[in-house]
């Protein structure tokens, strides 16, 4: 496998991380994962612009201008032979000894890869089992940067529980999920939590509002409680790497009869068709 670290594209075993990375003590630094579906970046201008509005908003400047980083980006899926999978990127805020003052003069550190990742078929067609959990994560969830301890603790808490992912909620109010956003249906609306601090701007969950749209599926973006969601007609999660999968249960019990519904059905249909053009 292909890596792009820094300026270079070197086979994984030749990648040097140094101990004094930012990444590696403070999780300091933004990521991205983009889907590769044909060869192509998936929507990888709202990617860029996502990954550029977290670098500004922890103070790091990116040193690649976007041709730039998108040229490496489709030359690192080129060298990696994928046609369906994804391009991990970080950016770390440089190398310097330990403080936790931002370093003076150091460069941010690139490290990006690409991997084939199939569609996850099953999971879309027969939907996933989840759990709700506290949302314990800070104010700025909106920002996609590298400190994603809480979520990997929130997957883990799902898998423990024999479930496959978490639903979180503030004080009762559901936000998302350890890495994707929730949604639910309720007499044939849609309700996903706005777009503000408390959640991450997903780029699926902004092309699934594009398609209901579309197909004429009102659409609103508030906060819904987990009275709404046990209620809910349906319940389904959006991502990069799981697209639109339905959730069949929450906490165990059963959502819209442990099927899949009829409104999650048409968002996938849609969606399979926008990344086939
Ligand atoms: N929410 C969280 C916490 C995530 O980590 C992710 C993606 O990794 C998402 C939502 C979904 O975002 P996107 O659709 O841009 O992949």
Redesign the pocket.
């Known amino acids: 496998q292909i890596y792009w670290y820094q300026n270079q594209f070197l086979p994984k075993d030749e990648v040097r991380i140094s101990p004094e990375d930012r990444g590696y003590y403070f999780g300091d630094g933004a990521y991205e994962?983009i889907r590769v579906y044909h060869g192509k970046l998936f929507e990888a201008d709202a990617?860029y612009d996502?990954l550029v509005r977290t670098a500004e908003a922890i103070h790091m400047t990116l040193p690649l201008s976007k041709q730039e980083l998108l040229d490496g980006l489709n030359e690192l899926v080129k060298r990696n032979q994928v046609q369906e999978g994804t391009v991990y990127l970080q950016y770390t805020r440089g190398i310097a000894p330990r403080a936790h003052s931002f370093p003076q003069g150091a460069e941010p550190v690139l490290m990006a890869y690409a991997g084939d990742l199939k569609r996850p078929l099953a999971a879309m067609e027969n939907g996933i089992r989840t759990v709700t959990m506290d949302d314990i994560r800070w104010l700025r969830?909106d920002l996609?940067t590298l400190n994603l301890l809480a979520?990997t603790m929130a997957k883990q808490h799902a898998l423990s529980q024999g479930a496959d992912d978490v639903i979180l909620h503030r004080q009762g109010t559901v936000t998302?999920?350890?890495?994707?956003?929730a949604a639910i249906v309720k007499n044939g609306r849609i309700i996903t939590h706005p777009a503000n601090h408390l959640?991450?701007h997903?780029?699926?969950?902004m092309v699934m509002l594009r398609l209901a749209e579309r197909l004429g599926i009102p659409a609103e973006e508030r906060p819904f409680t987990l009275d709404e969601l046990q209620a809910a007609d349906e319940v389904f999660i959006?991502?990069?790497?799981v697209e639109v999968t339905p959730v069949v249960s929450v906490d165990g019990l059963p959502v819209s009869g442990g099927q899949p519904g009829p409104v999650t059905r048409r968002l996938q249909e849609a969606f399979s068709e926008a990344i086939r053009s």
Do not use: D, F, M, Q
């Open positions: 994962v990617h996502r969830c996609k979520n998302e999920c350890s890495a994707s956003n959640i991450l997903g780029i699926t969950r959006t991502g990069t790497t």
